[in-house]
């Protein structure tokens, strides 16, 4: 079965410009989870979608949205990008909502590095 | 005060050492810890996870929980140089916190 995908995996962008970031899931999983990963901050969550609904919510600006498709594949876009919105951008699917249940695992892509010029 | 809470490293060891590490953390309204493993330029894979006080063994890892002082530790055993990786602790309730994980070195 294939992973989850992401792309691009690479990312340049200026100041004040927006991006918008794919994810794929593994086939089946219906959650998908978006993450922000730098050094100084390390993993935050950003949100997670569960059947086209955003379920879960980070402490984000509202510069950070998201959606997911019927197919369960999501986007996530950031606009008027700032100096530090340049992360790793990570992307985790799983069967169900996240929820108490160590089962529900979360499967991560490689992920999408973003750098803002 | 972050919710949990982990020493950056780096930490280095010599091959074959027991590894420890270890993770505070600051809310006990949650329901499970987990490690996860990250490798460069890569996401970050689950390894483990335990929801109650002791510990959980699986393979060279075990997984290590005092909910009474809020502490979580993992050991490696027999730690090889395909080890090195950083190591992210993380608990779990309808989101996910993690630590901002401990970079390892395993030295031939």
């Known amino acids: 079965k294939a992973g989850v995908t992401q792309t691009p995996r690479y990312l340049i962008k200026t100041r004040g410009q927006q991006v918008t970031l794919s994810c794929s899931p593994i086939s089946g999983h219906r959650s998908v989870s978006w993450y922000q990963q730098t050094p100084g901050q390390g993993l935050q969550f950003l949100f997670e979608?569960?059947?086209?609904?955003?379920?879960n919510k980070g402490n984000f600006p509202g510069r950070f949205s998201g959606r997911q498709f019927s197919n369960s594949r999501s986007e996530m876009n950031v606009s008027t990008l700032e100096l530090g919105d340049s992360a790793l951008y990570l992307c985790?699917?799983?069967?169900?909502?996240?929820?108490?249940?160590?089962?529900?695992?979360?499967?991560f892509g490689p992920g999408t590095r973003l750098t803002v010029l | 005060q972050k919710e949990v809470e982990q020493d950056p490293g780096p930490l280095s060891v010599p091959e074959g050492a027991i590894v420890s590490l270890n993770c505070t953390y600051s809310?006990?309204?949650?329901?499970?810890f987990m490690w996860y493993r990250q490798y460069s330029r890569k996401g970050p894979e689950l390894l483990m996870y335990t929801y109650s006080s002791g510990n959980k063994e699986d393979g060279r890892f075990t997984a290590q929980v005092d909910k009474s002082s809020k502490y979580i530790s993992l050991f490696i055993r027999d730690s090889q140089p395909s080890d090195s990786a950083t190591y992210l602790c993380a608990k779990r309730n309808d989101k996910i916190i993690f630590g901002k994980g401990t970079r390892l070195h395993i030295l031939p």
């Open positions: 809310n006990s309204a949650f329901q499970y």
């Open positions: 979608y569960f059947s086209e609904t955003q379920r």
């Open positions: 985790a699917s799983s069967p169900a909502r996240t929820s108490g249940r160590p089962t529900d695992t979360q499967y």
